[in-house]
């Protein structure tokens, strides 16, 4: 089995993810052209004001180490709304979008409320995946999706 810590990233592959988010949101505040990702990126970094002070110190937010006290990194938490928006356009894994689009039309529910009751679900898996060391079980992603649907 792999130790956990095979799944953390170096320093310098962290400063060059955040580095995509900072770059994306700049653009985007300038009103520069985007790509389709950089066109996600600061959609979701939009729909959370209380990250915005986190862009106006480029070297701040790319080293910063953020503490569980502070309650989930900023940063973490925009990657995985990203990833589930991913998640909802390409329908996969499809128990995804079955969740969100139930919770928004069926329970009537905000769609960021919704996204957010899935980010859950989806930290929870990839703790648990870096906890052990292994990749995330999809099978139990999609079960626990399942059960939101039911609840």
Same mark, same amino acid.
């Given at each position: 089995m792999?130790?956990?810590? $095979?799944?953390?990233? #170096?320093? &310098?592959? %962290?400063? $060059?993810?955040r580095?995509?988010?900072? *770059? /994306?949101? =700049?653009? /985007? =505040? +300038? *009103?520069?052209?985007?790509?389709?990702?950089?066109?996600?990126i600061?959609?979701v970094?939009?729909?959370h004001? @209380?990250?915005?002070?986190?862009?106006?110190?480029?070297?701040?937010? %790319?080293?910063? *180490?953020?503490?569980?006290? *502070?309650g989930?990194?900023p940063?973490?938490?925009? #990657?995985?709304?990203?990833?589930? &928006? @991913?998640? /909802?356009?390409?329908?996969?894994?499809?128990?995804? !979008?079955r !969740?969100? &689009?139930?919770?928004? !039309?069926?329970?009537?529910?905000?769609?960021?409320d !919704?996204?957010?009751?899935i980010? @859950?679900?989806? /930290? @929870?898996?990839?703790?648990? #995946?870096?906890?052990?060391?292994?990749?995330?079980?999809?099978? +139990?992603?999609?079960?626990?999706?399942?059960?939101?649907? =039911? #609840?």
């Amino acid at each position: 089995m792999n130790k956990p810590d $095979a799944y953390k990233p #170096s320093r &310098e592959t %962290l400063r $060059a993810h955040r580095q995509i988010f900072w *770059d /994306a949101w =700049q653009k /985007a =505040q +300038a *009103d520069l052209p985007l790509d389709a990702l950089q066109v996600r990126i600061a959609r979701v970094i939009k729909m959370h004001p @209380e990250y915005h002070s986190f862009f106006d110190d480029m070297e701040d937010f %790319l080293d910063r *180490d953020f503490e569980m006290d *502070d309650g989930m990194n900023p940063y973490l938490h925009l #990657s995985l709304h990203l990833a589930l &928006e @991913e998640q /909802a356009a390409t329908k996969q894994p499809p128990e995804m !979008a079955r !969740a969100l &689009e139930y919770m928004v !039309a069926v329970k009537k529910i905000d769609r960021h409320d !919704a996204l957010h009751k899935i980010l @859950e679900i989806l /930290a @929870e898996t990839v703790h648990q #995946s870096q906890r052990v060391g292994q990749e995330p079980d999809v099978l +139990a992603y999609a079960t626990r999706l399942k059960e939101l649907m =039911q #609840s």
